[in-house]
């Protein structure tokens, strides 16, 4: 409190003796005092300074004090500052009563009581001080939720790009392993061919041995597909992301038995790489949470489009999560999943009805909203 100025106190009265009065009586206020000797220097003064209230003989020479609240109001910075009507008659005070609808919020009749005044005034100078300190501390906490919110945006900013190098790497990764392991393991099949067709006749031993490489050669090269498939699905690039999603799905269903229904959009939605690949992690983050955790036997895969967004939902029919698992900090897959859509400008809804089944909405717009 210490540091905001001294509340200031407008009087505006054109009887000299009655202004010096009202000075005395606010001397001993811990405050500044303005004066002004019309309405139009008034307002002048209400639009140079705030003050925690005005007092305002209602006798003015060109215009009554009423006028004079009026022309004050008119000026936004004393829009709501409380005013005080001094009244010299019992007629003045019955004026002072428009006053009120001019927005004055009190009045007192002269001669003035000193005690009356000053406690009045002093109700509007705690009350200035109070809503001070509020405003001070609204604006002390836009400069803090404004920095939380920047540094919010440059952490988003810093995981997005760090999801964009590890796909990159993930991606060259993947084509490495495709491509090198790949061309080796074919052209040692190639090889084992070659051999198998100059093996002499009866040599059983060594022909069972040519067999069992074959079928080591074409599992190794099923485990470099599934291993560089895994980090980067070349589907995704080749056939899009429904086709992926489809081929996913149907691998989902061989390897857990868990049916799936897929009601995916016969053409591709041709977003751009970015968005494929988070929608394909978050659907491959969504479907292992479900063969992990869910004990379902089925899952719903809905991928459609509404105006300027894509709209995935995959709902199972397992044990339903549980709220404290969609709050708990600790559930990172969960918060993975919600960093992309939020990375991308969009959302993700995840629902649990106990012993129903797990709903999980994802919503991207396919341009990113109010960015470049
Ligand atoms: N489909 C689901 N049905 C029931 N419970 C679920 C489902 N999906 C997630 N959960 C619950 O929510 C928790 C948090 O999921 P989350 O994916 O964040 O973590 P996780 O799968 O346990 O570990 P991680 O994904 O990091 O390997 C899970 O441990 C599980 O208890
Ligand atoms: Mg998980």
Request: aromatic share 4%.
């Amino acid at each position: 409190m210490s540091s905001l100025p001294k509340p200031n106190i407008l009087i505006v009265e054109d009887d000299a003796q009655m202004l010096r009065e009202c000075r005395e009586i606010v001397a001993s206020l811990d405050v500044e005092i303005t004066t002004a000797g019309d309405a139009q220097e008034a307002s002048h003064r209400a639009m140079e300074a705030d003050f925690a209230v005005i007092l305002l003989g209602v006798r003015m020479p060109e215009r009554d004090g009423v006028a004079a609240a009026r022309l004050i109001r008119q000026c936004e910075r004393s829009r709501h500052t409380p005013i005080i009507f001094l009244s010299g008659t019992y007629d003045d005070a019955v004026s002072s009563f428009r006053g009120y609808e001019a927005g004055g919020v009190d009045y007192l009749l002269k001669p003035l009581v000193p005690e009356i005044l000053r406690s009045k005034i002093s109700v509007f100078i705690d009350l200035y001080r109070y809503n001070a300190e509020l405003s001070r501390e609204i604006a002390e906490r836009k400069v803090v939720e404004q920095n939380l919110r920047e540094s919010e945006e440059r952490l988003r900013e810093f995981a997005a790009h760090i999801q964009a190098v590890r796909e990159e790497e993930r991606t060259s990764m993947a084509r490495e392993i495709h491509d090198e392991l790949g061309q080796a393991l074919t052209g040692l099949k190639m090889d084992l061919s070659w051999l198998e067709k100059r093996l002499p006749k009866g040599l059983e031993k060594q022909t069972e041995k040519v067999k069992s490489m074959f079928r080591l050669i074409d599992d190794t090269i099923q485990s470099v597909r599934k291993i560089s498939s895994e980090l980067r699905p070349q589907v995704l690039d080749d056939v899009g992301l429904t086709g992926t999603l489809r081929w996913q799905a149907r691998e989902f269903q061989a390897r857990t038995g868990i049916r799936c229904k897929v009601d995916l959009p016969e053409e591709e939605f041709g977003i751009d790489q970015n968005r494929s690949t988070a929608v394909f992690r978050i659907f491959q983050e969504v479907m292992t949470n479900v063969a992990r955790h869910a004990k379902a036997t089925k899952v719903d895969i809905k991928l459609r489009r509404d105006a300027d967004h894509l709209i995935l939902n995959i709902a199972d029919n397992g044990r339903g999560i549980a709220q404290a698992d969609l709050r708990s900090q600790k559930s990172l897959g969960l918060v993975g999943i919600r960093e992309r859509a939020l990375i991308l400008g969009g959302q993700v809804e995840i629902e649990g009805i106990d012993g129903k089944g797990t709903s999980v909405t994802l919503s991207i717009p396919f341009r990113l909203q109010g960015r470049a």
